[in-house]
């Protein structure tokens, strides 16, 4: 018997047979509950590596589970063709971004039909091709005549690397650009947003209904919208007819307020500074501040500045004058663009004060106790408490104080309440070449017009150097800037930037569902019946960007009546990084490694299985090439058990309820508490590195089972339990080699893929003896094995009493009581 596992030549061979038979191809079915699976699509900026496969081999492991488990599995894939990374790639590589991604695409496709993953191909899309962004373009469209879309102009940030703006989302903590690391700035253009912050509300609501979601990544959303409750208080401007709005969520400190600090970029600042001596350095203050990114401006480690205007306003509930600062650290898109000072109650406003000797004042105290004075604060102290040095509002705690001074300020005429987020309106115009067209004209007569929804797709031209300049590529074609001006006929010219990428994948989950549909982005039907993605699989770092913009993608569709769910995505799984000596692996910084040769040398099949073994899905691992030397002789242990133990299968079985002996019952509580872990491992917790686990002891109890026992007649129904479980187990982990084994080897019809998973029996995982310790005086003495099922204590403590150690220890003692914790430990108490 060839007791090697020709991996390369099964591979391929069931690779063609499940293309062949159309295995993956899933329709509507309304006899079976529907499951979406979906794993984040690439970018095809180059072939897949290893953290790229890590995350399609999770998810083609819970669709197979779940395809198993009764459910109609729509598995689908497809490509984020569009910008940055794949024009990036081009311009490096020296060719057009559009043959650069196709090769790519097809190279994509073979690497995952390599791996074996379960996806239908007739699905596949790719975001660059004009059958998919003509319908992103009327999306776009959509959002426009929802009043969602719409054309301002306004500092942002730009990328001097990537040569075009980006949205704050793609804006790194260090206040880098996210995809090459490059300083952002601020710069002045006319840019295209979407009104997302219109669903501000709906989006940190909905996401306490997200319970199958990371608490991790709803945090991060919770954060980024940042919603705050506050009032905006009118603090008049001494000796001009202006007013100078300042939000505060601590309206219990304004009789504290000591200055007033404005954004660089305030609109009232210009005419503070008409006729202002002080001009001349406030402007170049302000231009020094504006050059500045917004992380380096409100980093908590760098030092704060600011500079006095030469005006004063007045504190409205207080009547004091207080100095107008304009300050690096205030932002003109948070708020009001102006906060006040209240050093005594916020560290950095307490910084700021002893840098530029402005003076504090105490306005809380605790709730138990007197306050400090001011000369003795070495920090600010920023907790709530009982308002002190507040007229009329002295004595009042808490929330009351809070409302009560807001009560007066609204009563009064003074400010009003008013709720801001952090989250900003999505930038989402590019000057770069590589995507989607924006769907607008400019007319003279008319303005900015959109394009007639049946005149989509406005086509990308191919010829136009794509060579980013810091404006659009497009600008340099005549032919795409010639239109004609969809309402008075008149000569026009075309937008000439392109979306974010972040447009197009913010609903590519729904042309899925209806990929080649020419009525629309996708038939309302099949969004009825498949949406919302049940599980989604893909990498933390899009929690603020594409996960959040696909929800309110989600939201403006079911507002608009195209589907019935306001949320995209029920679970979600997110993927640890598999790094390569200590960093993420990216094919931009050449530190990845690709499947390709180690599945030529090992195979797909212990390439998957070493990916998830390697750790927690949701946990980083490092790379090595030693583990596949492990990951395939598991596969050849399984391949060669099989095949031993199949000719013994075969004979009859032993007859129905024949007694079994100990070493039989022992394998058989091996096989199904192993099956038990992994059910609940795939399907409640998700833990794959586990569930392998529990397979590999399942097929080290089957090898020491062998070594002990001489197979013969009487085992064969055991044996044939055995080897059923075992290949069905193991089918979503090692997907060719199950069928190997269950077709060739085992001769069984169909695929073992279209199997039920398998049933664990609890009463074959019952323990037919325990082993308890025994204590005397809660130390443990010794330890006693009995049957599972002896319940009399009277016995129970006759055994353990005959123990040679407890005997001694108890010898010449009273035991006063015995105490059993059932399945754990027995106690004796005795005197001392």
């Known amino acids: 018997m060839d007791e090697r596992y020709n991996f390369a030549q099964a591979e391929s061979r069931w690779q063609k047979w499940w293309a062949d038979s159309r295995l993956y191809e899933t329709e509507p079915d309304g006899a079976r509950p529907k499951y979406y699976l979906l794993e984040m699509y690439p970018y095809p900026s180059g072939q897949l590596h290893m953290g790229h496969v890590r995350n399609y081999i999770i998810g083609d492991v819970l669709a197979r589970y779940q395809a198993m488990n009764g459910y109609n599995v729509i598995h689908p894939m497809g490509y984020d063709a569009f910008g940055l990374p794949a024009e990036n790639a081009a311009i490096k590589e020296g060719i057009h971004p559009a043959a650069w991604t196709y090769e790519n695409i097809r190279i994509i496709r073979r690497q995952l039909k390599m791996l074996g993953i379960s996806y239908d191909w007739r699905r596949e899309v790719a975001s660059c091709h004009p059958g998919y962004y003509r319908w992103t373009q009327w999306?776009?469209?959509?959002?426009?005549?929802?009043?969602?879309?719409?054309r301002k102009h306004a500092a942002v940030n730009w990328c001097p690397g990537c040569a075009t703006v980006l949205a704050n989302e793609q804006v790194s903590g260090d206040?880098?650009?996210?995809?090459?690391?490059?300083?952002?700035?601020?710069?002045?253009?006319?840019?295209?947003?979407?009104?997302?912050?219109?669903?501000?509300?709906?989006?940190?609501?909905?996401?306490?209904?997200?319970?199958?979601?990371?608490?991790?990544?709803?945090?991060?959303?919770?954060?980024?919208?940042?919603?705050?409750?506050?009032?905006?208080?009118?603090?008049?401007?001494?000796?001009?007819?202006?007013?100078?709005?300042?939000?505060t969520t601590r309206q219990d400190t304004v009789?504290?307020?000591?200055?007033?600090?404005?954004?660089?970029?305030?609109?009232?600042?210009?005419?503070?500074?008409?006729?202002?001596?002080?001009?001349?350095?406030?402007?170049?203050?302000?231009?020094?501040?504006?050059?500045?990114?917004?992380?380096?401006?409100?980093?908590?480690?760098?030092?704060?500045?600011?500079?006095?205007?030469?005006?004063?306003?007045?504190?409205?509930?207080?009547?004091?004058?207080?100095?107008?600062?304009?300050?690096?650290y205030v932002l003109m898109d948070y708020g009001s663009g102006a906060v006040m000072g209240v050093?005594?109650?916020?560290?950095?406003?307490?910084?700021f004060v002893k840098k530029y000797d402005l003076p504090l004042r105490v306005v809380i105290h605790p709730l138990d106790g007197p306050g400090p004075h001011e000369a003795d604060l070495t920090a600010a102290d920023p907790r709530y408490g009982?308002?002190?040095?507040?007229?009329?509002?002295?004595?009042?705690?808490?929330?009351?104080?809070?409302?009560?001074?807001?009560?007066?300020?609204?009563?009064?005429?003074?400010?009003?309440?008013?709720?801001?987020?952090?989250?900003?309106?999505?930038?989402?115009?590019?000057?770069?070449?590589?995507?989607?067209?924006?769907?607008?004209?400019?007319?003279?007569?008319?303005?900015?017009?959109?394009?007639?929804?049946?005149?989509?797709?406005?086509?990308?031209?191919?010829?136009?150097?794509?060579?980013?300049?810091?404006?659009?590529?497009?600008?340099t074609s005549p032919e795409f800037l010639a239109a004609q001006c969809p309402r008075c006929g008149g000569g026009a010219r075309r937008e000439t930037d392109t979306m974010d990428t972040f447009v197009c994948s913010s609903w590519y989950y729904l042309r899925y569902l209806s990929p080649r549909f020419e009525g629309g982005a996708f038939r309302p039907v099949d969004a009825a019946y498949w949406m919302p993605v049940d599980q989604y699989v893909g990498g933390v770092e899009h929690a603020v960007l594409h996960l959040l913009y696909s929800r309110f993608f989600m939201k403006v569709l079911c507002d608009e009546g195209l589907v019935k769910q306001g949320e995209p995505f029920v679970r979600l799984l997110t993927q640890g990084m598999v790094l390569k000596d200590g960093a993420a692996m990216s094919k931009s910084r050449g530190t990845s490694v690709v499947p390709d040769p180690m599945v030529a040398a090992y195979g797909a099949d212990a390439v998957r299985l070493n990916t998830l073994?390697?750790?927690?899905?949701?946990?980083?691992?490092?790379?090595?090439?030693?583990?596949?030397?492990?990951?395939?002789?598991?596969?050849?242990?399984?391949?060669?058990?099989?095949?031993?133990?199949?000719?013994?299968?075969?004979?009859?079985?032993?007859?129905?309820?024949?007694?079994?002996?100990?070493?039989?019952?022992?394998?058989?509580?091996?096989?199904?508490s192993s099956l038990q872990r992994m059910t609940a491992d795939v399907g409640e917790r998700q833990n794959l590195n586990t569930a392998l686990a529990a397979a590999m002891e399942m097929v080290n109890a089957a090898y020491a089972y062998g070594e002990t026992v001489t197979l013969s007649q009487q085992h064969a129904g055991l044996v044939a339990e055995?080897?059923?479980?075992?290949?069905?187990?193991?089918?979503?982990f090692l997907p060719h080699l199950a069928e190997e084994l269950w077709q060739v080897e085992l001769g069984r019809d169909g695929s073992v893929h279209r199997q039920p998973w398998p049933a664990f029996d609890p009463e074959a995982v019952k323990a037919d003896e325990i082993t308890l310790a025994v204590q005397v005086n809660g130390k443990v003495r010794d330890r006693l094995t009995v049957s599972a099922s002896l319940a009399d204590q009277a016995i129970l403590r006759q055994q353990a009493l005959g123990l040679d150690r407890i005997h001694r220890a108890v010898a010449g003692r009273t035991v006063r009581r015995m105490i059993v914790v059932p399945g754990r430990l027995v106690n004796f108490v005795v005197d001392e």
């Not at 050093?343 to 910084?351: G, K, L, V, W, Y």
């Open 139 to 150: 999306l776009f469209l959509l959002m426009h005549r929802r009043g969602l879309a719409y």
């Open 175 to 247: 206040g880098t650009c996210w995809r090459c690391d490059s300083p952002v700035g601020k710069k002045e253009l006319e840019q295209w947003f979407f009104r997302i912050t219109e669903y501000a509300d709906r989006l940190l609501a909905d996401l306490d209904g997200l319970a199958h979601w990371p608490e991790r990544v709803r945090t991060m959303q919770r954060n980024w919208i940042g919603r705050s409750e506050g009032v905006e208080i009118d603090f008049p401007v001494s000796g001009l007819d202006a007013v100078l709005g300042v939000f």
């Open 255 to 328: 009789y504290g307020v000591t200055f007033v600090a404005m954004a660089p970029e305030h609109p009232l600042l210009p005419k503070l500074l008409e006729g202002n001596p002080r001009a001349a350095e406030v402007r170049e203050y302000v231009a020094q501040a504006r050059g500045m990114s917004e992380i380096d401006r409100t980093s908590g480690v760098r030092e704060k500045t600011g500079l006095f205007t030469g005006h004063h306003c007045r504190n409205p509930l207080s009547g004091e004058a207080v100095p107008i600062w304009v300050a690096d």
């Open 343 to 351: 050093p005594a109650h916020d560290q950095r406003d307490f910084e």
């Open 386 to 475: 009982r308002m002190v040095n507040s007229g009329p509002f002295d004595g009042l705690c808490l929330d009351e104080a809070l409302a009560q001074v807001a009560d007066h300020i609204e009563g009064r005429g003074l400010g009003r309440r008013i709720v801001h987020y952090r989250l900003r309106d999505w930038l989402i115009s590019r000057q770069r070449y590589w995507g989607a067209p924006i769907p607008m004209v400019y007319c003279d007569a008319c303005g900015a017009v959109p394009v007639p929804e049946e005149d989509l797709p406005v086509l990308l031209p191919d010829t136009v150097d794509f060579r980013p300049r810091g404006a659009s590529p497009l600008g």
């Open 613 to 672: 073994f390697a750790g927690p899905p949701d946990k980083d691992f490092e790379w090595t090439d030693q583990g596949m030397e492990g990951a395939a002789r598991f596969v050849g242990r399984v391949w060669r058990l099989v095949r031993l133990w199949k000719g013994r299968a075969a004979l009859p079985s032993a007859p129905m309820g024949a007694p079994m002996g100990g070493e039989e019952r022992r394998l058989r509580r091996a096989l199904h």
């Open 722 to 732: 055995f080897l059923d479980v075992l290949v069905r187990a193991i089918a979503p």
